[in-house]
């Protein structure tokens, strides 16, 4: 892994603006970075569960890189690859003062942060520039050496008011160089759903909002069979949704427990809670994560069982894979 260099050069200039009021490239999250404790116990879990689409990129540094506002300390473990068609950057700091360590000392293993590709470094430098307008600050930026330009990265300072890390980054020509990621997706699965638990929803919608981002259009649904841990159970949740992306943010508010959201807190905090599947047939589905050693963990329906416009959810504990829920998600067929 490449030493990371020099911060970012802010440019007096504006990014293209998409319907809601943010770049058309927070359209879609190129790769997930997500940090974990146990690089290795993680990896053993990967492979059980059939992602094999992945690569040991070995130890790297961040001297040079900048965490809030001063150099960032420390050095890091990477593994490149893909859980389903999702591209991840599997990370395990050690120590050191940077935003890897400081998110595995507060939260634990989970996804830090989700990031998008900006289509040149104008629009990376534009962008930082309108956050800092904004009045949100680089949480840790810099640039990663390949054999021609550098790749330029920006992590935003929105975790405390926003639950996750947004960050950014630009690939001189596409080329992706000591950050490529595999581009087969071997499992077959597709994620339908990034998923967030937070206590209120709508300061975290105001957040967003206030930064150009869709406000959460929110539901509260009448669900039915619903089981915690595998009995039947009485939980109740309000939904926030944002579809300003082809993949669907989902934030959730529980209203009465026990569930899976609230386990989820007490241990991690509010943020990023699962990433969701969507598969053919839930029971088969459910057996096999439960063979590998995920059982289900709550599960339940919404709609008129057996009709149309109906469907079924069930969340997997795959806390032992990285601090992260999965959640299998079947509709009716449609006709």
Known sequence: MSKNVLGFVVLMMVAPLAAE?????????????????????TLDQLRNLGFTDFEDLGVGNLDGTDFRGKPATGAYRVVSGRFGNVAVHWIQPSGGGNAFAEFLETHGSGVFSLMHRTPNLEALESEVKRMRDLGVSTLMGGSIDTQSDPIRFAFFDTEKKGKYVLG??????????????PS???????????????????PVSEYWERLGFPAMGFTHGKLTNLKYRR??????????????GKVVYEWIQSLRGPDVYIDHM??????????????????????????KGHPESMSGGWGVEGKPGSGRFAYVDTQALGGTDVELLWNYPSE
Do not use: C
């Open 231 to 244: 009995r039947p159970a009485d939980f109740d949740m309000r939904l926030g949704w944002q579809r300003h």
């Open 184 to 202: 087969t997706n071997s499992s077959g699965r597709v994620v339908t759903q990034y998923a967030f638990a937070v206590k209120e929803l709508e």
């Open 266 to 291: 007490k241990i991690h905090g509010e943020g990023f809670h699962h990433l969701a599947f969507g598969v053919d047939d839930m029971d088969k589905d459910i057996a096999w994560w439960t063979e």
């Open 168 to 181: 950014l980054i630009y690939f001189p020509g596409g080329n992706e160089g000591p950050l490529a990621v």
């Open 21 to 41: 009021g943010v770049p058309e490239f927070y359209r879609s999250v190129d790769r997930l970075v997500w940090v974990v404790e146990d690089i290795d116990q």
